[in-house]
């Protein structure tokens, strides 16, 4: 990331310390209600970009690891939480196929150019099984032109499209390429009941008409 931690530690404060509490309700939901599909309970899982861990925290795996730069990140991570504060588009402290899964969410923008996303799928190529799955989700630069410029620390504008051709050239196989999933983006929005949560992810007609952010599954060969 382009980004120093420190800076990271003060941007990310001002920007979710007000909404925790609300996004930790929302990721239970869409851990269990959505995500645990792809996910078995004896899964090792890695959250890339894991921020304050509301998946990570959330999913049911055997497994769990999490990467950030953020040095207030393992402050909010649960105890079985195992952290790896480094540069992702780095060599991973991990051996090669050992994850089952890398999940990342509004994490990919963040980086500082292509270049570095590339390296950075590379490490999750390698480091998954065979039959591994990465599971990724962000803002939609199609259906959000201006507004995918209004956080200070968005660099790189992809697409289902442009982050599934991406996936393909490093090796993946794609499972899902979903262009429209959630809204944009829980800060400054007002909290909706979840039982309304639970029933827009049962019914993807929905989506058309307020997903701003695309979600992308690719599979590692076996």
């Known amino acids: 990331m ?8 003060r941007l990310y404060h001002r920007r979710f310390s007000q909404t925790a509490a609300c996004r930790h309700r929302v990721w239970k939901v869409l851990a269990a209600s959505f995500f645990s599909r792809w ?28 990467m950030d730069l953020n040095p207030d990140a393992p402050k909010h991570l649960a105890r079985e939480v195992r952290f790896f504060e480094q540069d992702c588009s780095g060599t991973w402290p991990l051996a090669e196929g050992t994850l089952d899964v890398v999940f ?15 390296r950075t799928l590379k490490q999750a190529f390698r480091c998954l099984k065979p039959g591994g799955k990465l599971i990724a989700m962000g803002p939609n630069i199609k259906y959000l032109p201006g507004r995918y410029w209004d956080f200070f620390d968005h660099h790189t504008p992809l697409t289902e499209l442009s982050l599934g051709e991406a996936l393909e050239v490093e090796g993946f196989l794609l499972e899902a390429v979903v ?43 076996g």
Do not use: M
């Open 179 to 221: 262009p429209r999933f959630l809204p944009y983006t829980l800060v400054n929005a007002l909290e909706i009941p979840l039982f309304l949560l639970r029933l827009y992810l049962k019914l993807p007609w929905l989506w058309r008409f307020k997903g701003r952010q695309f979600l992308v599954v690719g599979v590692k060969p």
């Open 2 to 9: 382009s980004e120093a931690p420190a800076d990271l530690q």
């Open 39 to 66: 996910i078995a309970p004896d899964a090792a899982v890695l959250d890339l970009g894991c921020g304050y861990g509301e998946f990570i925290n959330n999913i049911r795996a055997k497994e769990k690891l999490a």
């Open 104 to 118: 990342t969410s509004n994490f990919f923008e963040h980086l500082p150019d292509k270049a570095s996303l590339k």
